[in-house]
């Protein structure tokens, strides 16, 4: 659309206009009736980790009358042959924007916590110091947060299964009892993600951001 020329362009975004309202409100009477409606207000895959801005124009019309819920998501690439992804279904309680609310809600990861220790820790390093960091990390976080139960219960065989996967795949090399990170951080699964370690570094100060915003008390208005 935006190689399109006037007076033609504007007559797109007037359709769209158009049907995207007269489609919203096709869904408000079938919601109204009794459905349940699934919508990715996100409107894409990130590339980076961090989410797009949500859009909010169906939201604003269904949350006067509707229960609204999140399914936030969170995959976890470094651990295991089968991808793993977690995910959590929560109320909406509507105390912040949906974006927030629902960055907030992503599950904390093996792979989110060691992508940090990998970009700000040392140049070569051992599982222990990876498995030092990461116990540190949950020791810190949030009360508000939700960590991976199997993260949480055995912090050490995750660390090491991640390591194990992550040195297969060619994003650590190993120097005698050592480990250094390279720059192959892509993953396959991923082909539209350039730095399967930024992007989860990224989502993890994200969703710490978030978490931290729905625990602060908002002024109150007087």
């Known amino acids: 659309m935006a190689q399109l020329k006037q007076p033609y362009r504007r007559e797109v975004l007037e359709n769209l206009r158009m049907v995207t309202t007269r489609d919203i409100a096709a ?11 699934y919508i990715t207000p996100e409107g894409d895959f990130s590339r980076d980790g961090r989410m797009h801005p949500m859009r909010s124009g169906i939201l604003n019309a269904l949350s006067p009358f ?10 976890d690439p470094f651990r295991g042959r089968r991808l793993s992804m977690l995910y959590r279904v929560v109320p909406y309680a509507g105390v ?23 970009l700000d820790g040392p140049e070569t390093f051992v599982v222990a110091d990876a498995v030092r960091a990461v116990r540190e990390w949950l020791d810190a976080l949030p009360g508000n947060v939700f960590v991976d ?31 250094r990170l390279t720059s192959h951080r892509t993953d396959p699964r991923f082909p539209h993600v350039p730095d399967m370690i930024t ?24």
């Open 149 to 179: 139960p199997e993260l949480r219960r055995a912090p050490d065989a995750a660390v090491a299964n991640a390591f194990a996967g992550l040195q297969k795949r060619g994003t650590l090399a190993r120097e005698g009892e050592r480990y």
């Open 66 to 75: 509707a229960d609204l819920w999140l399914c936030a998501i969170a995959y």
């Open 199 to 222: 992007f989860q570094r990224n989502m993890l100060d994200e969703t710490l951001a978030s978490a931290r915003r729905l625990a602060t008390p908002s002024p109150s208005v007087k």
């Open 27 to 37: 869904i408000v009477e079938r919601v109204r009736a009794g459905a349940t409606f």
């Open 96 to 118: 912040a924007d949906i974006g927030t609310s629902l960055a907030a809600a992503r599950p904390i990861t093996t792979s989110a916590l060691l992508a940090a220790f990998l």
